[in-house]
């Protein structure tokens, strides 16, 4: 089926004990069992049901489903935030003495979770420049655990070369993990060859900045057993699980060892879980994700069109503004639309960002993106203002950048908004000069 068709039919069609159509909460910690076989038989795993909301809510499985489902994958797994989701989804492969192979463009909190937070722990991040593929062959060794990226990172919003990551790494027995948080429904990564996606649900898949979630998705693509050595989790006796091989008890449900032992074992563990109310927010949200990327999308390229004719704007950062190699992979990965995160290069340099930010009336001024309101902040003098100059020009971001996320609004009054934001920055540029 088509994603206009699974946002409101996957993994769902009515509940069970009541015929509810839409998907209730399940605001429950505990499941009663039905006799001390079934309690002893669902520990064991050797039945399959709920036994207690921190690793599985009938609300959140059928968010996980309906995800698992729009982005071609067979199962999912729902967690607290979008960090929750990037940390599992490599916890899940790697530990201390192994190393991850890394794309330099990432989120922020990404970047510190890897060059930090995982160091501690004894993973490796080797990080790499995207723009050359290869460099992800170069940095693996025996120890190499997953490759990790971002479809659409801002603020180079370039895409990332999926296919020819994902093929290196299948050639090496490597994983390819996406972060598609930024273009849900106009990407699917496991179609390109990627793993496993994750997304942090609280962009565009919530779409209403209302709640924080992540969605770890397995592509059911990879051969776990084919690499034992590389993958002692999934391939050798698990001694927190009477000795499960993971490969071995996923058999009979399919190929969904990484997702299950992420549930079983993760999850159990660091009980990042996802609140059910939560999950019943992501659902609704997820019911217009489909019509919402398409007026985003539409929006976002009027956007850039209008943008580029302007005088106090030096360079529109978007993937329809792009040529070459950028371009062909944008349009060799999407369908439907390029995205709706966008940079604006102000000539005027860092007083004109303060000022067009300032100047805003629509836009809200918030350190978020994906929401169905139009969004913008100034990097240079928020998100970015720890780093020197030097490290913010390495990540692409000038003292004139300020980043757009495009909203869902009548696409009159949003012209209108950074049409009058324009001038008054054009102001403060004259009165610079002067
Ligand atoms: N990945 C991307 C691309 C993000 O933009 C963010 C948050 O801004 C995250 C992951 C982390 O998600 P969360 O804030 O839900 O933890």
Partial sequence: MHPETLALHGGWRNDTATGAVAVPIYQTSSYQFASTEHAANLFALKELGNIYTRIMNPTNDALEKRVAALEGGVAALAVASGQAATAFSLLNLAQAGDNIVSSTDLYGGTWNLFANTFKQMGIETRFVDPADPEAFARATDERTRGYYAETLPNPKLQVFPIAEVAAIGRKLGVPLIMDNTSSPVICRPLDHGAAVVMHSTTKYIGGHGNSIGGVIVDGGNFDWEANAKRFPLLNTPDPSYHGAIWTEAARPLGPVAYILRMR????????????????FLFLQGIETLPLRMERHCANADQVAAFLKGRKEVARVIHPSQQDGEARRRAERHFKGGLGALMGVELAGGMEAGRRFIEALKLFYHVANIGDVRSLAIHPA????????????????????YVRLSIGIEHISDILADLGQALEAAGGSMRKAAE
Avoid: I, K, Y
């Avoid at 079983?264 to 999950?279: E, H, I, K, Q």
């Avoid at 003098?381 to 020009?393: D, I, R, V």
């Fill in 264 to 279: 079983v074992t993760l999850l159990r563990d660091l009980g990042a879980a996802m609140s059910p109310f939560n999950a």
């Fill in 381 to 400: 003098s928020t998100t970015h203002s720890q780093l020197s100059p030097e490290e913010q020009a390495a990540t692409g971001v000038t003292p004139g």
